[in-house]
């Protein structure tokens, strides 16, 4: 192929070739290599096995069905994992779209681990407000969430007994899909109330996350769907995000080569072409 | 007295809230919690503002028959007709079986989850046209996505070991240095406009030109 007719290429090719390489892979799985998971999501798993069967955990879902993708199988492998060290989960959100996930992944691990809503873990839903809302809860957690997602006053709801504010909980456990989310968690509450923080992010916004992880104020972080793989390794329950690692590993490598193809293609004929970038 | 009175306003609010946030005391932790609380409200009245503006334009926008505007009419009929079902299902649209869920599961969802995937195509698209590598930094930033990209997932590792190490270095050292120097510039940025508010320098937030 020469490359005029590689500058004239039909971009729907590209799109075809990036639809083959995801959905191929999904269907039919590769394991082109194992899941080998790194010390950041090794930290996440740790930051929860470290405290105590039965202490109470604030699992902030704090994404919606846009970056389902890569948040709700972290999600789901933290509420697996929350469950089997038969911690009380207190979950919520700060995304108005984000509730139904969240019960979604709630309704999910408590089936596999026998646990009952109210008494091992509560949805408190979606409240407005933002970082408003991390700061109103350092101050009262019932006062923030007088009812749950389902409208039941907090004060009938068992696992809510003795619950005023970050002093009670012993790790907070956010998954994040950016404003509001894991940065603000840290400002509002990590250095203000000293509540120990793990994040599971979307792969894009993880580098904004890297100076909070190497100062100790993340034990943990999951970047994106491979992240997520890793995590999914280490709790023992290979899942959606282990699945989609080929997919990701073939599209990632075609981008690659698009680059290398496309300079190739539009290579200055002549010296004196004017300087560019990306 | 139009601009004067928000600046007091202002001035005294953001002032308490500094001071509030370092003293203990009862009365003054009572209010800020009230404070915070009206700041909730406010923030959740704006919801309320955003439909109605939404609305106000889209409607408008039917009515002239301007372009695109069977499409701004399915966005009117979306919202009204998720919102009627929300309220008439009142405490019970939370329920697995609600038709609110439905509408959730069966539209919205898929449909926010499509125009995320949608990036993969455009990235690919991108990579083949416009990332030209014609300069030292260029080539650096492309060396530099290569490491990431497949550092990032197992088929790096497959390919040799050295890449997920590197992709790590390369997050963990040089990329954490310069996010760090943009988030503290970013936080100095944001005190030094939080002060300017505060003391009535920064008029845009009252509809003026700003200092």
Not at chain 1, 26 to 35: D, T
Not at chain 2, 22 to 37: A, C, G, I, K, S
Not at chain 2, 138 to 146: E, K, T
Request: net charge positive.
């Amino acid at each position: 192929m020469s490359p005029d007719s590689l500058r004239r290429l039909d971009r729907r090719w590209i799109f075809l070739a990036v639809a083959l390489l995801v959905i191929l892979p999904l269907l039919f799985n590769f394991h082109i290599a194992p899941v080998q998971p790194s010390n950041r999501a090794r930290g996440f798993y740790d930051a929860i096995e470290k405290i105590p069967e039965g202490s109470v955990v604030l699992l902030a879902g704090d994404y919606d069905p846009g970056t389902a993708a890569e948040n709700y199988p972290m999600h789901l492998a933290a509420a697996r994992q929350l469950m089997r060290r038969n911690m009380k989960i207190i979950a919520m959100a700060l995304y108005p779209a984000g509730p139904p996930l969240t019960d979604q992944v709630l309704r999910i691990a408590a089936r596999e681990y026998h646990k009952r809503e109210s008494v091992d873990y509560v949805n408190l839903g979606y409240k407005v407000g933002n970082e408003l809302v991390m700061s109103q809860m350092g101050q009262s957690i019932p006062k923030t969430f007088p009812v749950d997602n389902r409208g039941v006053p907090v004060g009938q709801i068992p696992i809510m007994k003795g619950i005023q504010n970050f002093q009670q909980i012993r790790l907070l456990v956010n998954i994040s899909a950016g404003y509001p989310g894991t940065k603000e968690w840290v400002q509002q509450v990590v250095s203000r109330f000293h509540l120990p923080m793990v994040a599971g992010v979307t792969a894009v916004s993880a580098p904004e996350y890297y100076p909070y992880l190497q100062a100790g104020q993340l034990h943990g972080l999951l970047g994106g769907m491979a992240g997520a793989a890793e995590y999914e390794v280490l709790v023992g329950a290979p899942a959606l995000a282990t699945r989609g690692m080929d997919a990701q590993s073939l599209a990632h490598a075609f981008i690659a080569f698009m680059i290398v193809l496309g300079n190739l293609a539009f290579l200055p004929k002549g010296k004196g072409k004017g300087k560019g970038t990306s | 007295m139009k601009r004067e009175i928000p600046i007091v306003i202002t001035l005294v609010a953001g002032l308490f809230m500094l001071i509030a946030f370092f003293v203990p005391h009862p009365q003054v932790r009572n209010l800020y919690e009230d404070m915070q609380n009206w700041a909730i409200v406010v923030v959740g009245c704006t919801y309320v503002l955003g439909v109605a503006n939404l609305l106000r334009i889209n409607l408008r926008q039917v009515s002239r028959r301007e372009r695109d505007w069977p499409f701004k009419l399915v966005l009117i009929a979306g919202l009204l007709v998720t919102m009627a079902v929300g309220f008439s299902e009142w405490t019970h649209y939370t329920d697995v079986d609600s038709r609110f869920q439905w509408i959730y599961g069966t539209f919205y969802s898929p449909m926010t989850a499509t125009m995320f995937s949608l990036l993969a195509f455009f990235i690919a698209s991108a990579a083949f046209r416009a990332f030209r590598i014609r300069s030292v930094e260029a080539m650096l930033l492309a060396i530099a996505a290569f490491i990431l990209m497949l550092g990032r997932v197992p088929l790096g590792a497959a390919i040799h070991p050295a890449i997920p190490a590197a992709a790590d270095w390369l997050m963990e050292i040089p990329q954490n240095a310069a996010k760090r120097g943009i988030l503290i510039g970013a936080a100095l940025g944001v005190m030094a406009t939080g002060i300017r508010v505060i003391l009535g320098l920064e008029k845009t937030y009252g509809g003026g030109d700003g200092a």
